[in-house]
């Protein structure tokens, strides 16, 4: 099965794909992560990009394509994958379309302030980088945490403003790829909100429906 997630910050796509990996034995592909990597790893690629970033520049669509191009070639995605964080763009979609076709792209739906709540809540322990929630998965202590006893942080991507602005940056940049999709017959629409285990469950259906399965 070959997936693209779409869906705002906070929407839990990682969270769900974790659980998809699991459940449909395929491949979670984060280009965050494959970022990383490469940079860690020093490739070709690697280099290129973190030499980019160092500027303070955007990493072209060129070097983000064949990234993915490449991530998807081997063989651990020979049963599927999904794509979390590509196609960012239309270019990058009409990239995608040209490497190799897709059963479905599941959006994942979650209102502004439901996103302001769950991002805005987040608070970090800074020598650990463990993550808690004040409402979903709050300290035992309020704003200590519970291993080390360090007071909490919250970092600047979760406060308020910072949120409204990475959400006007996806709609911009989504709104079209989400038409782009429609117009293929491959958008699967998934609300977000409930527990992980409920979207999974909610996606399952939505996936099950659309591939006749």
Do not use: W
């Not at 490497?99 to 502004?112: E, H, K, Y």
């Not at 989504?174 to 017959?185: A, H, N, Q, S």
């Amino acid at each position: 099965m070959k997936l693209v997630f779409l869906g705002p910050p906070g929407a839990g796509k990682g969270t769900i794909s974790a659980i998809a990996e699991k459940k449909y034995g395929i491949v979670h592909i984060s280009t965050g992560d494959l970022f990383r990597a490469a940079i860690r790893n020093e490739t070709e690629l690697g280099l290129k990009v973190k030499a980019i970033l160092a500027a303070g520049d955007l990493v072209p669509d060129s070097v983000t394509i064949q990234m993915v191009q490449e991530r998807i070639a081997q063989p651990d995605c020979s049963k599927g994958f999904i794509l979390d964080g590509f196609p960012r763009t239309i270019v990058q979609a009409d990239a995608l379309a040209r490497m190799t076709g897709l059963d479905a792209v599941v959006n994942f739906v979650l209102s502004r302030p439901e996103v302001v709540k769950r991002l805005s809540g987040r608070r970090m322990c800074k020598s650990t980088g463990k993550i808690y929630h004040l409402i979903y998965n709050p300290p035992k202590a309020a704003g200590i945490d519970d291993e080390t006893g360090e007071p909490l942080i919250q970092r600047p991507d979760d406060m308020e403003e910072a949120i409204l602005n990475r959400l006007d940056v996806y709609e911009k940049s989504t709104e079209p790829l989400i038409g782009y999709y429609r117009d293929k017959g491959l958008i699967a629409d998934v609300d977000a909100s409930p527990s992980p285990e409920k979207v999974f469950e909610g996606m399952d259906k939505a996936l099950k429906a659309k591939l006749g399965k």
